[in-house]
């Protein structure tokens, strides 16, 4: 069963944070859902003006944590600015730092995570002028590629997002590899628990 990815953006996130993570993960045969406060179609912001538009695929109210694996959180000023103002948006990165779900979060996205209050003591990175708000808020903040602790996977700018995107994939990649696993222990305890009742 292919992998979910929820990605959460809205009108002025940075085309390429959301756009090339997005193909990297297609390419790798994991499915990506575009949730957003709007419907329709969101605007990205392509450096110093309005980019490409992209495809909502649901309604933010219409998303559970339950259904993804992991949760995409792009950059742009802009997008996190407004997306931290959404009650529900917060909920849900909440919710997948409870299930301790991969939650992958490039140059301002790293604010939703210090509105979600779970930065306390973890190590991240994120754009320059938002790594003050990462320290306030009592994150160890390091300036490389990408920062990994735990299921928090961060990174700094559009040049990083090779390494980010990758990251992402690693995790599910393992994520699912510790099912597999799991699943043949479960299979393996069956049957032993067969074989005792044979016996008896």
Same mark, same amino acid.
Do not use: Y
């Given at each position: 069963?292919?992998?979910?990815? $929820?990605?959460? =953006?809205?009108?002025?996130?940075?085309?390429?944070?959301?756009?090339? %993570?997005?193909? =990297?993960?297609?390419?790798?045969?994991?499915?990506?859902?575009?949730?957003?406060?709007?419907?329709?179609?969101?605007?990205?912001?392509?450096?110093?003006?309005?980019?490409?538009?992209?495809?909502?695929? =649901?309604?933010?109210?219409?998303?559970?944590?339950?259904?993804?694996?992991?949760?995409?959180? %792009?950059?742009?000023?802009?997008?996190?600015?407004? /997306?931290?103002?959404?009650?529900?948006?917060?909920?849900?990165?909440?919710?997948?730092? &409870?299930?301790?779900?991969?939650?992958?979060?490039?140059?301002?996205?790293?604010? /939703?995570?210090?509105?979600?209050?779970?930065?306390?003591?973890?190590?991240?990175?994120?754009?320059?002028?938002?790594?003050? &708000? /990462?320290?306030?808020?009592?994150?160890?903040?390091?300036?490389?590629?990408?920062?990994?602790?735990?299921? $928090?996977?961060?990174?700094?700018?559009?040049?990083?997002?090779? =390494?980010?995107?990758?990251?992402?994939?690693?995790? $599910?990649?393992?994520?699912?590899?510790?099912?597999?696993?799991?699943?043949?222990? &479960?299979?393996?305890?069956?049957?032993?628990?067969?074989?005792?009742?044979?016996?008896?």
């Amino acid at each position: 069963m292919a992998k979910r990815v $929820l990605i959460l =953006a809205t009108d002025g996130f940075e085309q390429s944070e959301l756009i090339d %993570p997005k193909k =990297a993960l297609e390419a790798a045969g994991i499915e990506t859902v575009v949730a957003s406060p709007k419907t329709g179609s969101i605007k990205g912001w392509n450096h110093t003006d309005w980019g490409e538009s992209v495809k909502v695929d =649901a309604r933010l109210d219409a998303v559970e944590a339950d259904d993804f694996d992991a949760l995409l959180l %792009p950059g742009g000023q802009m997008n996190p600015d407004a /997306l931290r103002l959404e009650p529900r948006v917060i909920e849900l990165v909440e919710e997948f730092d &409870d299930m301790d779900k991969p939650i992958a979060a490039i140059c301002h996205g790293p604010w /939703l995570l210090v509105e979600a209050d779970i930065v306390d003591g973890r190590t991240v990175t994120g754009w320059p002028s938002i790594r003050t &708000d /990462l320290e306030n808020a009592g994150a160890d903040v390091v300036d490389q590629a990408v920062a990994i602790d735990g299921n $928090l996977i961060t990174s700094r700018k559009p040049d990083d997002i090779p =390494a980010f995107a990758q990251a992402l994939i690693d995790a $599910l990649e393992e994520d699912e590899e510790e099912e597999e696993d799991e699943k043949g222990w &479960d299979e393996d305890e069956d049957a032993l628990l067969k074989d005792e009742e044979e016996e008896d």
